[in-house]
Antibody, heavy 120, light 107 residues
Framework: QVQLKESGPGLVQPSETLSLTCTVS????????VHWVRQHSGKSLEWMGR???????SYNSAFTSRLSISRDTSKSQVFLKMNSLQTEDTGTYYC??????????????WGQGTSVTVSS | DIVMTQSPTSMSISVGDRVTMNCKAS??????VDWYQQKTGQSLKLLIY???NRYTGAPDRFTGSGSGTDFTFTISNMQAEDLAVYYC?????????FGGGTKLELK
């Protein structure tokens, strides 16, 4: 059974660094990409970036200067680190797996999400 | 970035209704549009991909169509369990972008 589960601190101080972990099971990180998507409380969704199955990454340029995605395949974990957090970074952060079909990718399995509040 | 504009933003519907919602891309995205369902307090669930393929387990009352810049998502026979927010998303080019969502509410 394919599962993804996000974990993280919940509350982060402004200007500090956010560190999140996505732990996956039921598939291999060397066979599928894992993405990070965030959702603001007003429901808008933002694609943040991607860890490809071969280990390289793609980022939304809106985050490039402060976002880093990495992984530990031995632990089936993908990590998100984002620095210089501001209140507008408050939201729910999801990790999701993508599959390739019909000449493109779609995100077919999602974690439950982890809520992050940026506040002093 | 490609802007995905969904309409309407909300709909009041009854069980058994045929429901149609739209998604317009600010530039040509080919067939690279997917549709997701999000129920209150839950994560997203893939229903339709590229843009008319039904994902495994998605009921056949859900259909998608379109190409280029104009896409449509239809629920042929609305069920109570379909109450949710529906999002379109383009994966033609980075950054992948989502529409603002269409919320289905009971009349």
């Amino acid at each position: 059974q394919v599962q993804l589960k996000e974990s993280g601190p919940g509350l982060v101080q402004p200007s500090e660094t956010l560190s999140l972990t996505c732990t996956v099971s039921g598939f291999s990180l060397t066979s599928y990409s894992v993405h990070w998507v965030r959702q603001h409380s007003g429901k808008s969704l933002e694609w943040m970036g991607r860890m490809w199955s071969d280990g390289h990454t793609s980022y939304n340029s809106a985050f490039t200067s402060r976002l880093s995605i990495s992984r530990d395949t031995s632990k089936s974990q993908v990590f998100l680190k984002m620095n210089s957090l501001q209140t507008e970074d408050t939201g729910t952060y999801y990790c999701a797996r993508s599959f390739y079909r019909s000449d493109g990718y779609a995100m077919d399995a999602w974690g439950q999400g982890t809520s992050v509040t940026v506040s002093s | 970035d490609i802007v995905m504009t969904q309409s309407p933003t909300s709909m009041s519907i009854s069980v058994g209704d045929r429901v149609t919602m739209n998604c317009k891309a600010s530039q040509n995205v080919g067939s690279n549009v997917d549709w997701y369902q999000q129920k209150t307090g839950q994560s997203l669930k893939l229903l339709i991909y590229k843009p008319s393929n039904r994902y495994t387990g998605a009921p056949d009352r859900f259909t998608g169509s379109g190409s280029g810049t104009d896409f449509t998502f239809t629920i042929s026979n609305m069920q109570a369990e379909d109450l949710a927010v529906y999002y379109c998303m383009q994966s033609k080019s980075y950054p992948w972008t989502f529409g603002g969502g269409t919320k289905l509410e009971l009349k």
